[in-house]
């Protein structure tokens, strides 16, 4: 097809998408978003193990990373659970963006194990992959058949999370992302019965989180308020807590990054990560994260940092359509002067988000990204993005090269 003819379907293209998005939206009004009951503060992880102990749980798979046993950060917890009476066999093999295999190996652990829950402790990923792993229990199909929106027909084993960055939000979406080693394509599950059970927000668990996981993981968050701020299916109820979320992170990151020890900034960050989760599991994302899903497959790129990235770039293309947006969020974070024209304060914001960027020693440029990887990537990342995600401002195979080209290092 030439050129002209892609300009000339375009726009029935983005038609198409809107049509589809609106089918969404009403589908996320209708469908019920169960939330999970949440244990807040410093040692609320403690309580959810008690919790554990009084739902019945006899014997629980934890699944966890190698980095955080190490640390001893699952000390306290399994104390507390042998002291509840609840058994667990450990599962520690999950790496950042966990695959298939990964939620496979944990599965034959919880079936050889005979338990009966599964108990998340870590980051997205932890989490992501333990959500699969519940999934996998009664749902008897291959992991590539459950990915995609409403595939898990059958309820999954009881699960309890326990965040240990701030975050993903993942405790509470009905989101979980998994990587097809074949393709080595990021495939999400989006299906509400991926809801955790009980979630615990406990930044004690927090407080030796690197600064430059502190810094990448924050902006995650920010990114998925902001994303879900200025989708097409916001509503009154994600919007406030997109705003929420926005204006903890504004205030919080920069003190848990500077200094990590601050456990009151470092619980308003879990609770931040948390709205966000919220107001993306209804509201959705946008071109930020179809990007940085696809930077993130191909050179390894940390998910909040690739995210971290991008976000000023997709801001700025989004302009002016998103600046009544925008200038919502700087009004309500006490950026710029609230009498000034929408315009003016949009840009505030995004000038905001790039210096959040500077202080944390994010770069604007990925080293790792290739020009001869740009049409690929740009290519996957339209396709994730247009009968997924409600963007406020469509952008073609053309517009979307040339916003990942300035990501560039020239
Ligand atoms: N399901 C969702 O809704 C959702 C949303 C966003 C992202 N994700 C997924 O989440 C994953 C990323 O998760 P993440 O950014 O939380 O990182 P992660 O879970 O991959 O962890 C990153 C690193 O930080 C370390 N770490 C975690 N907590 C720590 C602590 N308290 N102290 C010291 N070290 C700690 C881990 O050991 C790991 O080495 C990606 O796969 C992404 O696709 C899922
Ligand atoms: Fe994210």
């Known amino acids: 097809m030439d050129q002209s003819t892609k300009n000339m379907i375009f726009p029935l293209q983005v038609m198409a998408y809107k049509g589809y998005m609106n089918v969404l939206k009403t589908a996320a009004k209708i469908i019920p978003m169960p939330k999970p009951t949440l ?40 104390q507390t659970l042998t002291d509840n009476n609840v058994e667990f066999v450990i599962y520690d093999g999950v790496l ?9 190996s944990g ?37 590539k058949k459950l990915t995609g929106l409403f595939k898990v027909w059958k309820a999954p084993a009881p699960l309890f999370v326990i965040p240990t960055t701030a975050g993903t939000g993942s405790e509470v979406t009905i989101a ?13 599950l989006i299906d509400p019965k991926l809801v955790p059970m009980m979630a615990s927000l406990d930044a004690s668990l927090m407080i030796g989180l690197p600064a430059h996981v502190t810094s990448a993981t924050g902006m995650d968050a920010l990114t998925h308020a902001v994303e879900a701020f ?17 204006k903890l992170i504004i205030q919080n990151l920069s003190i848990t990054v500077s200094d990590g020890a601050n456990l009151d900034a470092r619980q308003k960050m879990a609770m931040a990560s948390y709205y966000a989760g919220l107001a993306f599991t209804k509201a959705s994302l946008g071109y930020v994260h179809a990007i940085s899903h696809n930077l993130g497959a191909k050179y390894g790129t940390p998910h909040g940092l690739a995210n971290a990235i991008v976000l000023p770039y997709v801001l700025e293309y989004s302009m002016p359509e998103i600046a009544p947006r925008l200038a919502k969020l700087s009004r309500a974070c ?25 202080e944390y020693g994010i770069s604007s440029q990925l080293d790792a990204l290739k020009i001869e990887d740009v049409t690929e990537i740009a290519q ?16 073609d195979q053309t517009q979307c090269e040339t916003l990942i080209k300035r990501i560039l290092v020239t």
């Open 176 to 188: 979980a992302v998994v990587s097809d080693p074949v393709t080595h394509k990021k495939t999400p």
């Open 96 to 104: 950042p963006d966990p695959t298939y295999h990964q939620v496979e």
């Open 39 to 78: 244990f807040t503060g410093s040692d609320s992880s403690l309580e959810l193990c008690e919790a554990i102990a009084q739902m019945g749980s006899r014997k629980v798979l934890i699944v966890t990373d190698t980095v955080l046993l190490k640390l001893g950060i699952l000390d306290s917890i399994q």
């Open 334 to 358: 006490g950026l710029g002067v609230t009498r000034d024209s929408d315009n003016a304060l949009a840009q505030v914001f995004i000038d905001h988000t790039q210096g959040m960027l500077k």
């Open 230 to 246: 200025i989708s097409m299916n916001a509503s009154a109820d994600t919007d406030a807590y997109a705003i929420a979320a926005t």
């Open 107 to 143: 599965l034959a652990l919880y079936k050889s194990g005979d338990c009966d829950a599964i108990l998340a402790v870590g980051g997205g990923s932890p989490i992501d992959a333990a959500k699969v792993i519940a999934a996998r229990v009664n749902n008897h199909r291959e992991i």
């Open 380 to 395: 996957a990342a339209l396709k994730e993005a247009h009968f997924n995600y409600p963007v406020p401002k469509y952008m």
